[in-house]
């Protein structure tokens, strides 16, 4: 094999021993392969449907095809366009360099008054871990900098104490690699991993809740490091209060320390945000785009950073004749698509059964009269395309149906879009009807 392109098309090969031809066309025609790094093969995927679909389905076959061909475990990521771009622009995406990055450090961190006790309580932690706040808990919405902050944390120890163990996990990826390690017998590694670190940053840990023996497991983390006097910090997209499947012995814990919050930035913090980043992307904005996206991008810093590097690969792409007119159309259409539509699951469901002529609790409920089974299905199916929930809760919609009842549905529309022209180009018009509900 001689490349890694090779790779990818010997992994499909060997897939096609287990699945049909049908499926690895119908999920994998999207994917692309981006690059092998020391312990992960990354793949990228624009279809988040196709996406979270080889997720849940398909990560063990690939992982398999994998091991046979390398003799190696390898952790297999698939990036979204966002992750791509991120990917090849300022952020390096393995988590060793990512803690070793110049990218996300308390110097590139613009401080504004919605973050600045977490920013303040994060560099406390860093100059003197387990000294005043174990745990530290961070929290807030998504894509405002709490990432970032453990990052900074974890450079700013390492700078110190380059012999410090410092671990970063994700939540979901701990409980990952407790069920591998489980499996494979070879827990005592997990845990000595875990329970031998000088410094446990732990991101996104609502993850846990709710997952019975990775709370008991995390339990035990957490103790070992805190009476040994090691430092702890995690973040979460809500205190452990509103937390409320985690177990109250963790939710106890979480709290002893302290806690701050993160919240959206104001104008001028976003304003401050922006330049930065242009300044790290060698992008020079004027002063009037730059307000322009302050004023408009007001969500998260997330947001902000797509919007510079869509900016940049339209410099790229339109090299000298992109003038501050250019710039400002572009602009404003990337902000038409991130204030896209989203509509609620209720509104979806309301749009199907005008169109199928039932009743809500009829989709919602659990008859199988053949067009009432077709209704929910489909309503299953946009709602999963068209807003951001998970299987899980668009089985909470539907009387509490799991997720693998809800994927099953997915396929099954997926499948009959294919072999039905006419019930496709009925989803297509539900779906403009519902969009043009604006
Ligand atoms: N105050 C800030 N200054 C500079 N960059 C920031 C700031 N806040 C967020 N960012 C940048 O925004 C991006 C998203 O932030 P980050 O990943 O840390 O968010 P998060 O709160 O951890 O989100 P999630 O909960 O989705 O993981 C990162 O590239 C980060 O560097």
Known sequence: MNSIADVWKNVL?????????????????????????????VLHCSNSFKKSTIEARFMSHIKAALKDIFSSDLEVKILDDQQLSAYHGVAPDRPGSLLESDAFTFGTYVVGPQNKMAYAA??????????????????GDSGLGKTHLLYAIAHQVRQRQPEAR?????????????IASIREGKNAEFREKYRQSTLLLVDDIQFIAGKKQTQEEFFHTFNTLYESGRQIVLTSDRPPREMTQLEDRLQTRFEWGLMVDVAPPDFETRLA???????????????????????????????IEGALNKLLAYRDLLGNQVDGEAVSRAVKDMLKKYNEFVPSPSLIIEYICRYYDVDEE????????????????????????????SLNDIGKEFGDRDHTTVLHSLDQVEKKMRSDPAYAEKVKEITTNINNKK
């Open 122 to 139: 994060a560099r406390a932690v860093a100059e003197k871990p387990a000294e005043h706040y174990n745990p530290l808990f961070i929290y």
């Open 273 to 303: 945000i922006i330049k930065n980043k242009a300044a790290l992307l060698g992008v020079q904005l004027p002063d009037d785009i730059s307000s322009f996206i302050a004023e408009n991008l007001t969500a998260n810093v997330r947001q």
């Open 362 to 389: 009829q989709v919602r409920g659990q008859g199988r009269k053949r067009d009432l089974m077709e209704a929910r299905q489909t309503a299953m199916y946009l709602i999963r395309r068209m807003t951001n929930l």
């Open 166 to 178: 410092i671990v970063y996990i994700k939540g979901d990826d701990f409980t990952n690699e407790l």
């Open 13 to 41: 090969d060997r897939l096609r021993s287990q699945l049909s031809e049908t499926t690895i066309n119908t999920w994998f025609d999207e994917v692309e392969v981006v690059t092998m790094e020391d312990s992960a093969f």
